[in-house]
């Protein structure tokens, strides 16, 4: 049976590879366990349209709409004009900008499209104005929005915690050192990259005047700060579960973005909305295909089979963490982050169950893995849309995003594997 497994993922691969619209690549592969397996459908139908019914799915559109929302309500804007008045004086200060504001928006939609859509077109236009090669601003800002998807609350953690019955609130801490550590790595290499350029830097302000405007941006930047605080604060001091966070986030960003920054009017407001609910359709329907074929796997043993067939090759716990970590990257090259948690998350927590491999350091590891696939050819699907906000070619962007990815961001996949407290400290100290 693990022979036709094999070829459902060679067809689910195939079609992703020749851009079928993703729920019905898993729709192929279905078919195939369907048809050649023999596998029950009608009873795996009923099932998965039952699990969609789970209210923690129910945060994955609400985080998608409150992101929606941030895009258009100038959010984002405050955010950046704040952060900026911390280091824009400084030589390479404006890409530290930009990966901090990143990191921020992250941690208020849960999404690494979020952040490119919302601070591209503000801060790529201002750092080539300041110096910067064109591409390497969008190269910079697409890499740091991926930041969305490690940084809490993700997206892709509810995903995780969900398939594999994991405390999500432990999943999003175990995410956040390594989310952390990538923006310290791309703030410093862009410190250490922007010396070659020939760079524009405003005045060093004198201390009164700096305090003054630190003090205005602050108060300006206030109501969207608060928005992670109230997110997070509401999960982990047990106030709100991730779903309830969720919704608060949305009925927080609307009036907001409505009296506050203004940003937000009924036209752009609709078309928000019209955005989400396109985007989580797809998502819904992805999920319920990716399930029963997950299900059918599980059904079938394939799970028990593929740790048999590894652990034939070698049980040194170090190269299978290398192969694990190979497999995850090269899944993230073809497909979403959605996906390869939904797709390969059950197939390998067997395997790392064995390995004695805690599930919440699983979370990390894939974390890092598939959000590294939004930047990295040919899915790259942040890149990609970076590249479209920056209006450069997609080939000119790739050096320097390939650059920061294994200065920065490499080395921080190979700690969490290998230094389990980088993920998992948080999660202890809060007891999980």
Same mark, same amino acid.
């Given at each position: ?62 985080? @998608?709409? *409150?992101? /929606? ?5 100038? =959010?984002?804007? %405050?955010? $950046?004009?704040? +952060?900026? #008045? ?10 530290? @900008?930009? *990966?901090? /504001? ?5 941690? =208020?939609?849960? %999404?690494? $499209?979020?952040? +490119?859509? #919302? ?21 910079? =800002?697409?890499? %740091? ?288």
């Amino acid at each position: 049976m693990i022979e036709i497994a094999f070829l459902a993922m060679g067809v689910l691969v195939a079609t992703l590879t020749l851009g079928v619209p993703l729920p019905w690549c898993f729709g192929a592969a279905l078919m195939v366990m369907y048809f050649i397996g023999g596998v029950t459908m009608k009873g795996m139908m009923i099932w998965g349209f039952q699990q969609l019914g789970n209210p923690v799915l129910l945060a994955i559109p609400l985080f @998608v709409l *409150a992101g /929606t929302i941030m895009s258009e309500s100038g =959010i984002a804007a %405050s955010l $950046l004009r704040f +952060v900026n #008045a911390f280091i824009g004086h400084v030589r390479g200060g404006l890409g530290v @900008v930009a *990966a901090v /504001t990143c990191a921020v928006i992250g941690a =208020i939609s849960g %999404s690494g $499209l979020t952040g +490119v859509s #919302a601070i591209g077109p503000l801060l790529i236009p201002e750092m080539e104005k300041r110096g910067y090669p064109r591409e390497y601003a969008t190269a910079l =800002i697409a890499n %740091s929005s991926i930041l969305g998807l490690l940084i809490p609350p993700s997206a892709t953690m509810i995903l995780f915690g969900w398939v594999t019955d994991t405390s999500i609130a432990a999943c999003f801490l175990a995410t956040l050192g390594p989310g952390l550590l990538i923006m310290v790595n791309f703030c410093i290499v862009n410190l250490w990259m922007s010396r070659k350029f020939n760079l524009v830097l405003d005045e060093k302000p004198a201390f009164s005047e700096f305090a003054g405007e630190i003090t205005r941006r602050g108060i300006n930047a206030f109501p969207a700060l608060l928005m992670p605080v109230m997110i997070l604060g509401g999960i982990y001091g047990g106030i709100m579960t991730p779903t309830e966070s969720a919704a608060v986030a949305v009925i927080y960003a609307i009036p907001v973005g409505f009296l506050i920054y203004k940003g937000l009017r009924f036209s752009n407001f609709f078309s928000a909305g019209k955005e989400a609910a396109t985007a989580v359709g797809a998502i819904m329907l992805m999920i319920l295909f990716s399930m029963i074929l997950g299900r059918m796997f599980i059904y079938e043993g394939i799970p028990q089979q593929l740790v048999s067939v590894i652990f034939g090759i070698t049980e040194n716990k170090i190269l299978l963490l290398i192969l694990i970590n190979v497999l995850l990257f090269l899944v993230g090259m073809v497909v979403n982050d959605a996906t390869s948690i939904l797709l390969v998350a059950p197939l390998l927590m067997p395997l790392m169950q064995a390995m004695d491999v805690s599930p919440v350091q699983f979370a990390a590891i894939m974390g890092v893995n598939t959000a590294m696939g939004g930047v990295t050819p040919p899915y790259a699907s942040i890149l990609y849309l970076g590249a479209r906000i920056g209006k450069v070619k997609v080939t000119k962007v790739i050096p320097p995003a390939m650059a920061l990815i294994v200065l920065g961001y490499v080395p921080v996949v190979f700690l969490t594997s290998f230094w389990p407290d980088l993920s998992l400290y948080l999660p202890r100290l809060f007891g999980y």
